[in-house]
């Protein structure tokens, strides 16, 4: 079955720290993954996405990695902003002739001064 | 560019009564999508539009949920008789191109409804 798991459920960090979202999937055959940021009552917006043969993407302070062997990607936020506050989404697209995309529940951060 | 409009943002009924959310997608995206995201969890496809025909309404409750998209453009999504559980935020998503091959969806801001 389908599945992205994301870790842990809520995180909260003080301003200016560093912390790392976990995202595990079991999504085949595999296109693309993305992690979106979702400020509270606002749609996702994309922050990166990732394909196969990508280990690393960057977006400022944001920088996504994949190990495609191991079905594992993480999201890691440098120097962190209260602005930060929000919760990240993996969202997984599977190729299986049509394209697939499968959510995860997402990680609430919280950024405190 | 314009993004992704939605409406109402807010809506407050009593279960059992009806309601309809509108959406207009980004200007030359031939695909929409309807999400249902409960408070706490990611959002759930509803149904998948490819300009005005059905790609995928498997997790639609067809029972007491309806969505239309004529001329291939906006889209209403209807829920009749709605209950307690239908309590969430309506997202509406286009992305141009063939059923979102690169993956990237561009959400409104939601409709968010509660049933009382």
């Known amino acids: 079955k389908n599945q992205v798991e994301q870790s842990p459920q809520s995180l909260i960090i003080l301003e200016g720290k560093n912390c790392t979202l976990q995202c595990n999937y079991t999504v085949s055959p595999f296109s693309n993954l993305r992690w979106y940021k979702q400020d509270t009552g606002r749609g996702p917006v994309s922050l990166t996405i990732m394909t196969f043969s990508e280990n690393t993407k960057s977006n400022g302070r944001y920088t996504a990695t994949l190990d495609a062997d191991t079905k594992q990607s993480s999201l890691h936020i440098t120097a962190s902003q209260l602005s930060d506050s929000a919760s990240y989404i993996c969202?997984?697209?599977?190729?299986?002739?049509?394209?697939?995309?499968?959510f995860g529940a997402g990680t609430r951060l919280f950024v405190k001064a | 560019e314009a993004g992704v409009a939605q409406s109402p943002r807010y809506k407050i009924i009593e279960k059992r009564q009806s309601v309809a959310f509108w959406c207009n997608p980004i200007s030359g995206h031939a695909t929409l999508y309807w999400y249902q995201q409960i408070l706490g969890q990611g959002p759930k496809l509803l149904i998948q539009?490819?300009?005005?025909?059905?790609?995928?309404d498997s997790q639609l409750p067809k029972d007491r949920f309806s969505a239309e998209r004529l001329k291939g453009v906006d889209s209403t999504l209807k829920i009749q008789p709605a209950k307690l559980e239908d309590s969430a935020v309506y997202l509406c998503?286009?992305?141009?191109?063939?059923?979102?091959?690169?993956?990237?969806?561009?959400f409104g801001e939601g409709s968010r409804l509660t049933v009382l």
């Open positions: 998503a286009s992305s141009p191109g063939l059923a979102g091959i690169t993956g990237e969806l561009f």
């Open positions: 539009f490819q300009n005005n025909g059905v790609v995928d």
């Open positions: 969202v997984v697209t599977s190729n299986t002739g049509g394209f697939k995309t499968i």
